[in-house]
């Protein structure tokens, strides 16, 4: 199915949103699987469009709910075809049956997560729960920061989930609001670029009459510690796939990301934020600011949480002597008693010789922009604790306190 | 002015398209000029329901927004009441600095709508523009099969006309640039589509000058 070709690059301004459907149609896309929930609503909208105007020969379809979209995304790439989806929310929780037999039967299904709070009590703002209640169900996992990032992100991970080394699925997720709903500049690519970056999709085994094979048969207990141990070794190679595919993007793009994460003025710094998405805008300028009044803070922003880079994190974490974890995401009852981003943070922290103290921050929840003033108030907090050497309190609810 | 907050309060669904309108031709007139612009919609009202109030805010500033993630303008130094009788009801004029403007799409004159503006020593000026009038009276009607699909909340994303201020959004914009000053008359113009309404409404504004105090 031959579409978007013969299309020139050129500077849009687009929201998240349309840059994810975007993303799909360059990577032509065989079948979409839709199902309305905002924010993501608009990526389908966006896509509809397309198809319909001719400009994308995709097979559409609207599915009854979000589990039936995963279903139908399941099928259709065991069937051979590249396969796009996306929910928000509960959308992405009324799908989760699905995640498990994707990543089993190694389909290497996209889904776009424009993320959204659970309920209660129905809001629409962006908290990052929702897609990362799913983060050991086998789908490679990343957040982007701004629409260029999300139209990006989803090339890249097209292409790490095909290649055959890999064969997984891929959530690429982004803010609710602020990457789904902020316009900005994109840069969108010569086809020609897209069809030297990403080849056709072509799955090893389909399901072809012509050609039968089994998928997802019923098995006996013995039979399942090796089909586990084969995903998990799969999710853990693909991280070198995802190195060399991002090395090759920045070669034909021009635009070079690290795959794990991104540093910001950390050279000297002594205390750090730790977050992904799109708080790192505000972020930016808030230690802008603090620099500029002689304050040595940095960021550090995690672009891919499934893999997790474990030696990464540790090897950057280490150098400083406060983290404070921007959590964006409930984890009720976990280790810090506020997010999950905290437990993933000390643990790959554990082994190293030098341990920073962190802190966990419970700020941007139910999809409340954190504003500058925030980054200031935390980053005493973070102060505070360098000064006296120890942790008083491991959770801060941003906004609930002096 | 260095940084400057327009929010244009309008209808659910039935006035949408009117409202983005105006926040997309003067955010991107701002960013021709060379300015940092960004527009957007109230992300909590979008979900929007037929008349329901809707807010569309557009942002500029010489120098970058650092404020881009914000869903709300808090300090709107322009407000625009795409329907007149929104007037009463709510607090448009909640954050406004002094020395704003107000817009407001009406028949009457300032002198009979100022009395029910909440806050009006705000106000460096009120102005009132029959827009209904000026665009196309029928303006609604010719729209229903549009707006049938605008009812599934789809936020904009089901619209067919791809022009920008057919109807009654061109004397509102006219009379926004005409009294602010905030882009250039020649930036915008070229954008608008219905320039019969454009041209009258800029010889047909009601204005009053006020001088504001501080709130």
């Not at chain 1, 009852?333 to 802190?359: M, N, T, W």
């Not at chain 2, 970058?64 to 914000?70: G, Q, R, Y």
């Not at chain 2, 709107?76 to 600095?97: A, Q």
């Not at chain 2, 000053?181 to 219905?194: L, R, S």
């Amino acid at each position: 199915m031959a579409t978007a070709t013969a299309l020139k690059k050129k500077m849009v301004r687009i929201n998240g949103c349309v840059a994810a459907a975007q993303a799909a149609k360059y990577a032509d896309v065989d079948v979409i699987a839709a199902y309305p929930i905002r924010p993501y609503t608009a990526t389908m909208m966006a896509l509809a469009q397309m198809v319909a105007n001719g400009e994308l020969d995709a097979e559409y379809i609207v599915a009854d709910s979000e589990h039936s979209q995963l279903s139908i995304s399941h099928g259709a790439s065991s069937s051979g075809a590249r396969v796009f989806t996306g929910s928000s929310g509960v959308g992405v929780q009324f799908a989760y049956e699905l995640y498990s037999p994707i990543s089993g039967s190694r389909m290497p299904v996209q889904m776009m997560i424009a993320d959204r709070t659970l309920d209660p009590p129905g809001d629409f703002g962006s908290e990052h729960t929702d897609a990362l209640s799913t983060r050991d169900m086998g789908w490679i996992m990343g957040w982007s920061c701004d629409a260029q990032e999300a139209f990006d992100n989803h090339l890249i991970a097209y292409r790490i989930g095909e290649d055959p080394r890999v064969l997984l699925p891929q959530m690429v997720c982004q803010d609710g609001f602020f990457v789904s709903h902020i316009t900005g500049d994109v840069e969108l690519p010569d086809s020609g670029q897209v069809k030297e970056f990403l080849p056709p999709y072509k799955h090893p085994y389909p399901l072809d009459p012509r050609h039968p094979v089994s998928h997802g048969p019923q098995i006996m207990p013995e039979q399942g510690p090796p089909l586990q141990l084969e995903r998990a070794r799969a999710m853990e190679g693909s991280m070198a796939v995802i190195e060399e595919v991002h090395e090759e993007f920045g070669k034909i793009f021009g635009r070079h990301y690290d795959p794990w994460i991104e540093e910001f003025m950390t050279e000297d710094a002594e205390v750090v934020f730790f977050l992904q998405g799109a708080h790192a805008v505000t972020a930016k300028f808030a230690i802008q600011h603090m620099r500029d009044k002689g304050l040595k803070v940095g960021l550090v922003r995690l672009r891919t949480i499934r893999p997790y880079p474990t030696e990464r994190v540790r090897e950057s974490l280490s150098k400083f002597k406060v983290v404070g974890v921007i959590e964006t995401n409930m984890g009720l009852g976990s280790v810090s008693s506020g997010g999950v981003l905290y437990a993933e943070v000390c643990a790959a922290l554990y082994e190293a010789d030098k341990r920073p103290l962190v802190l966990s921050f419970m700020a941007g929840m139910g999809g409340e922009a954190i504003v500058l003033k925030e980054f200031y108030w935390m980053t005493e907090k973070m102060q505070a604790v360098q000064k006296s050497g120890k942790i008083e309190k491991r959770t801060h609810w941003v906004g609930f306190e002096e | 002015m260095s940084y400057t907050e327009l929010t244009v309060w309008t209808r659910g669904i039935i006035m949408d398209k009117e409202g983005r309108d105006i926040v997309n031709s003067v955010s991107a007139s701002a960013r021709l000029e060379g300015k940092y612009a960004q527009a957007m919609e109230n992300y909590v009202d979008n979900p929007d329901r037929t008349n329901c109030p809707t807010r569309k805010y557009c942002r500029m500033s010489d120098s970058i927004l650092e404020n881009e993630l914000t869903y709300e303008n808090e300090h709107p130094n322009i407000v625009v009441l795409v329907e007149g009788t929104m007037v009463k009801g709510w607090d448009y004029m909640r954050g406004m600095p002094p020395g704003g403007t107000l817009v407001i799409n009406t028949h009457y004159t300032p002198d009979y709508m100022i009395r029910f503006v909440p806050g009006p020593e705000r106000l460096s000026q009120l102005v009132c523009v029959d827009a209904a009038k000026l665009a196309d009276h029928k303006w609604l009607y010719y729209r229903l099969g549009e707006l049938g699909l605008d009812r599934l909340s789809t936020e904009g994303a089901a619209e067919r006309n791809k022009l920008i201020a057919p109807d009654i959004a061109a004397p509102l914009i006219a009379a926004v640039i005409k009294t602010t000053g905030i882009v250039k008359m020649e930036t915008i113009e070229p954008m608008i589509a219905n320039k019969h309404a454009f041209e009258m409404a800029l010889k047909e504004l009601h204005i009053m000058k006020l001088s504001p105090v501080a709130a």
